[in-house]
């Protein structure tokens, strides 16, 4: 393959390449790291430029426009040369939302998920994710395997702190959210204005979690250890439990045993497979993890 | 007993505009004030070029053609006149945005951090010329396809291609620029 441009690479990052294309492209990102890293950085940097104007979404749409687009508004003059006089100024930030007061949660669910993307765009993007030393999470006295020194390599586990972080602005924004945060929606029917730019791979299988009240709620897309990777996201009733976030990419690292880690106050566990590397992030406790992850390796062996 | 005259129908209005037809833009009105304020950089003047762009809409209304994407056809309306406006003027310099008054001085660090961070996502998109910010916000910000996009700003799919690609590695440079700064700026104060 010829060297790999920026446009077929960012074309591949946003579901545009045809299925050839696509498999050139992931394979050259499997050959070599630099590339892989720069595909990162390119995919943080996209989320964090839609996270930057999300707001503009949920803020209460001005008077004066919605009586525009109704053809009730008195034409603007001259727009080009009374830029400095605003027609109509709308109201201060703060009445808008006390007037919209059905819409104005949606601004605030939002900022913790801006503050989970600037983490990100901090961290992330550009390599400055704060070293987190991992730690063990409180043990609930269930039937543990002991600590595992041959888990995946922490020194290169900045993408711990990376899932972790999604999963808290998934949970900010809550399952329904329109804030982006999912390539692949669980409903595809229901997917807004935002159009799939790309869907689950056709050999991938949902781990079905139903009988622990787990109801999947839609999958992004990122990379893990330089190769494509998937976070599928779960909700559910029991607060016990939590919502929960199950990650899967390939890797060509040999299998190893789960690990433990606390990362941005959530646990998780995590192990490679087969090919595969896979981790649960969320609030439960490491027993309940543990205990989903038996659940999910099984059924992973079974495919 | 006076006669009733013959019905004279009731006077169409000034601006008699379909409801549906405005039911659609008021719908769209979130996504265009995103995409003006990407444009722009200033709240004040996207609402005044949405504001601008509804009005030619229903001006215009008999053009758009049923089985066109409205939203595409109101996203490339938005984009020509602020073409129209950046050609015929200097644009003035940005005012602060709003999100900074919006800030209260007892909001935790963090979240102000967060807003630091993502003001300093959409001061980068502001360094970017026209054509990459339109290709950015379209594609990147809105979910638009290549082909979508490329009906919006009225050229071929492979420009669209080739202007975001440049768009998000300069963009992705300017971030990184940042950050490399802030980290030698923080290196400093701890000294």
């Known amino acids: 393959m010829q060297k790999l441009t920026d446009e077929l690479l960012i074309a591949y990052l946003d579901g545009e390449l045809d299925a050839p294309a696509a498999a050139e492209v992931a394979a050259a990102l499997e050959q070599d ?8 950085a390119l995919a943080h940097s996209a989320v964090a430029l839609r996270a930057a104007f999300d707001d503009v979404l949920h803020e209460p749409v001005p008077e004066r426009l919605l009586a525009a687009a109704r053809g009730e508004a008195e034409p603007q003059v001259h727009i080009q040369s009374a830029q400095a006089q605003t027609v109509i100024r709308f109201p201060e930030p703060r009445q808008r939302a006390m007037k919209r007061a059905g819409t104005s949660w949606r601004k605030w669910a939002a900022l913790p998920v801006a503050a989970s993307v600037a983490s990100l ?23 543990l395997p002991p600590p595992t020194t041959t888990g995946p390599q922490v020194a290169s586990s900045s993408w711990l702190d990376n899932i972790a972080g999604y999963h808290k602005m998934f949970v900010a924004a809550g399952p329904n959210n329109d804030v982006n945060l999912v390539d692949v929606p669980a409903d595809p029917q229901n997917a807004g204005p935002r159009k799939l730019t790309q869907q689950l791979p056709p050999d991938f299988r949902l781990p079905n979690l139903k009988p622990w009240g787990l109801v999947f709620q839609g999958a992004r897309f990122l990379f893990i250890e330089g ?33 433990f880690d606390r990362r941005n106050d959530l646990n998780e566990i995590y192990w490679r497979h087969q090919g595969h590397i896979y981790a649960l992030v969320g609030s439960a406790d490491i027993g309940y993890l543990w205990n989903i992850h038996n659940d999910l390796a099984w059924q992973l062996d079974a495919i | 007993m006076r006669q009733a005259g013959p019905k004279v129908p009731a006077p169409a209005g000034p601006n008699p505009v379909s409801v549906r037809f405005s039911d659609q833009l008021v719908a ?17 003047d996207a609402d005044d070029l949405v504001q601008a762009a509804c009005e030619r809409a229903l001006a215009r209304e008999h053009q758009f053609q049923e089985g066109t994407r409205f939203d595409s056809w109101m996203f490339r309306i938005v984009q020509t006149i602020w073409i129209d406006q950046i050609r015929s003027r200097d644009v003035r310099k940005e005012e602060p945005e709003e999100e900074a008054e919006r800030m209260g001085s007892d909001e935790p660090v963090r979240r102000v951090e967060a807003r630091l961070a993502l003001a300093e996502v959409r001061d980068a998109l502001k360094e970017l010329p026209p054509d990459q910010r339109v290709a950015l916000l379209l594609v990147t910000v809105d979910g638009l396809s290549y082909k979508e996009a490329a009906a919006v700003a009225e050229v071929p799919v492979g420009t669209i291609m080739s202007r975001l690609a440049r768009a998000r590695v300069a963009l992705q440079a300017k971030l990184e620029s940042g950050s490399a700064e802030r980290s030698r700026d923080d290196a400093e104060a701890d000294r």
């Not at chain 1, 063990?136 to 269930?142: D, H, R, W, Y």
């Not at chain 1, 998937?230 to 299998?255: E, R």
């Open chain 1, 33 to 40: 790291s630099e590339l892989n890293r720069h595909a990162e």
């Open chain 1, 121 to 143: 765009v901090i961290g992330g993007t550009l390599g400055y994710f704060a070293a987190t030393s991992p730690q063990l999470a409180p043990v609930t006295g269930q039937l």
């Open chain 1, 227 to 259: 190769r494509p990777a998937t976070q599928l996201f779960y909700t559910t009733d029991n607060a016990a439990l939590g919502p929960l976030t199950v990650v899967v990419a390939s890797t060509n690292l040999p299998d190893s045993n789960p690990a």
């Open chain 2, 28 to 44: 769209v009105l979130p996504r265009l004030r995103r995409f003006a304020r990407g444009l722009t950089g200033s709240a004040a």
